[in-house]
Nanobody, 122 residues
Framework: VQVVESGGDLVQSGGSLRLSCAAS????????YGWFRQAPGKEREGVSIIDSRDGTTYYKDSVKGRFTLSADNAKNTVYLQMNSLKPEDTGVYYC????????????????WGKGTLVTVSS
Protein backbone atom coordinates (compact mmCIF):
# COMPACT_ATOMS: atom_id res chain seq x y z
CA VAL A 1 0.00 0.00 0.00
CA GLN A 2 1.32 3.39 -0.98
CA VAL A 3 0.06 6.80 0.03
CA VAL A 4 1.89 9.62 -1.72
CA GLU A 5 1.41 13.31 -1.11
CA SER A 6 2.50 16.10 -3.42
CA GLY A 7 2.05 19.81 -3.93
CA GLY A 8 3.77 21.29 -0.92
CA ASP A 9 5.70 24.49 -1.54
CA LEU A 10 6.74 27.88 -0.21
CA VAL A 11 3.98 30.45 -0.65
CA GLN A 12 3.30 33.94 0.61
CA SER A 13 0.58 34.70 3.10
CA GLY A 14 -2.74 34.98 1.28
CA GLY A 15 -1.64 32.60 -1.44
CA SER A 16 -2.99 29.23 -2.50
CA LEU A 17 -1.76 25.68 -2.88
CA ARG A 18 -3.32 22.41 -3.92
CA LEU A 19 -2.11 19.25 -2.28
CA SER A 20 -2.70 15.86 -3.84
CA CYS A 21 -2.82 12.45 -2.21
CA ALA A 22 -2.71 9.33 -4.35
CA ALA A 23 -3.32 5.91 -2.82
CA SER A 24 -2.53 2.58 -4.46
CA UNK A 25 -1.92 -1.08 -3.80
CA UNK A 26 -5.04 -1.72 -1.77
CA UNK A 27 -6.50 -5.20 -1.56
CA UNK A 28 -9.51 -3.87 0.28
CA UNK A 29 -11.52 -0.70 -0.20
CA UNK A 30 -10.20 2.23 1.73
CA UNK A 31 -12.70 5.04 1.37
CA UNK A 32 -11.68 7.57 3.98
CA TYR A 33 -8.87 10.01 3.32
CA GLY A 34 -7.57 12.40 5.93
CA TRP A 35 -5.14 15.30 5.87
CA PHE A 36 -3.11 16.04 8.95
CA ARG A 37 -0.35 18.53 9.60
CA GLN A 38 2.45 18.99 12.03
CA ALA A 39 4.08 22.33 12.64
CA PRO A 40 7.58 22.56 14.12
CA GLY A 41 7.44 21.88 17.84
CA LYS A 42 3.75 21.07 17.80
CA GLU A 43 1.65 17.94 17.81
CA ARG A 44 0.09 16.58 14.69
CA GLU A 45 -3.45 17.80 14.11
CA GLY A 46 -6.25 16.83 11.79
CA VAL A 47 -7.00 19.33 9.05
CA SER A 48 -9.72 17.71 6.97
CA ILE A 49 -11.21 14.32 6.26
CA ILE A 50 -13.50 12.88 3.61
CA ASP A 51 -15.48 9.72 3.13
CA SER A 52 -15.26 9.24 -0.62
CA ARG A 53 -18.32 6.98 -0.70
CA ASP A 54 -20.74 9.81 0.01
CA GLY A 55 -18.57 12.91 0.08
CA THR A 56 -19.01 13.56 3.77
CA THR A 57 -16.29 16.03 4.68
CA TYR A 58 -15.14 17.65 7.89
CA TYR A 59 -12.69 20.46 8.50
CA LYS A 60 -10.70 21.80 11.40
CA ASP A 61 -12.37 25.01 12.52
CA SER A 62 -9.42 27.21 11.64
CA VAL A 63 -9.44 26.14 7.97
CA LYS A 64 -13.18 26.20 7.32
CA GLY A 65 -14.01 28.48 4.42
CA ARG A 66 -10.39 28.45 3.23
CA PHE A 67 -9.65 24.77 2.53
CA THR A 68 -11.65 22.42 0.34
CA LEU A 69 -11.15 18.65 0.23
CA SER A 70 -12.38 16.70 -2.76
CA ALA A 71 -12.06 13.15 -4.04
CA ASP A 72 -11.57 11.58 -7.44
CA ASN A 73 -12.66 8.01 -6.80
CA ALA A 74 -11.62 6.78 -10.23
CA LYS A 75 -8.04 7.78 -9.46
CA ASN A 76 -8.03 6.98 -5.73
CA THR A 77 -6.82 10.52 -5.28
CA VAL A 78 -7.92 13.39 -3.09
CA TYR A 79 -7.11 17.06 -3.40
CA LEU A 80 -6.81 19.64 -0.67
CA GLN A 81 -7.28 23.10 -2.10
CA MET A 82 -5.87 25.63 0.33
CA ASN A 83 -6.69 29.29 -0.17
CA SER A 84 -5.97 32.42 1.87
CA LEU A 85 -3.03 30.67 3.46
CA LYS A 86 -1.66 32.00 6.72
CA PRO A 87 1.74 31.55 8.35
CA GLU A 88 0.07 29.35 10.98
CA ASP A 89 -0.79 26.88 8.19
CA THR A 90 2.90 26.08 7.88
CA GLY A 91 3.83 22.48 8.53
CA VAL A 92 4.32 19.05 7.09
CA TYR A 93 1.05 17.83 5.66
CA TYR A 94 0.36 14.13 5.82
CA CYS A 95 -2.29 12.14 4.03
CA UNK A 96 -3.70 8.97 5.48
CA UNK A 97 -6.32 6.43 4.46
CA UNK A 98 -8.70 4.30 6.45
CA UNK A 99 -12.09 2.62 6.56
CA UNK A 100 -14.05 5.02 8.72
CA UNK A 101 -14.10 8.49 10.23
CA UNK A 102 -13.24 8.03 13.88
CA UNK A 103 -14.06 10.54 16.58
CA UNK A 104 -10.35 11.25 16.73
CA UNK A 105 -9.62 11.18 13.03
CA UNK A 106 -6.14 9.72 13.25
CA UNK A 107 -7.43 6.66 15.10
CA UNK A 108 -9.31 5.53 11.99
CA UNK A 109 -6.34 5.81 9.65
CA UNK A 110 -4.42 2.71 8.63
CA UNK A 111 -1.82 3.92 6.16
CA TRP A 112 0.12 7.15 6.11
CA GLY A 113 2.18 8.99 3.56
CA LYS A 114 5.56 10.55 4.23
CA GLY A 115 4.30 14.10 4.07
CA THR A 116 4.77 17.22 2.00
CA LEU A 117 6.06 20.51 3.37
CA VAL A 118 3.96 23.65 3.21
CA THR A 119 5.63 26.89 4.21
CA VAL A 120 3.66 30.11 4.33
CA SER A 121 5.75 33.24 4.66
CA SER A 122 4.42 36.41 6.22
Amino acid sequence: VQVVESGGDLVQSGGSLRLSCAASGFTLDYNVYGWFRQAPGKEREGVSIIDSRDGTTYYKDSVKGRFTLSADNAKNTVYLQMNSLKPEDTGVYYCAVGYYIAGTWANGMDYWGKGTLVTVSS
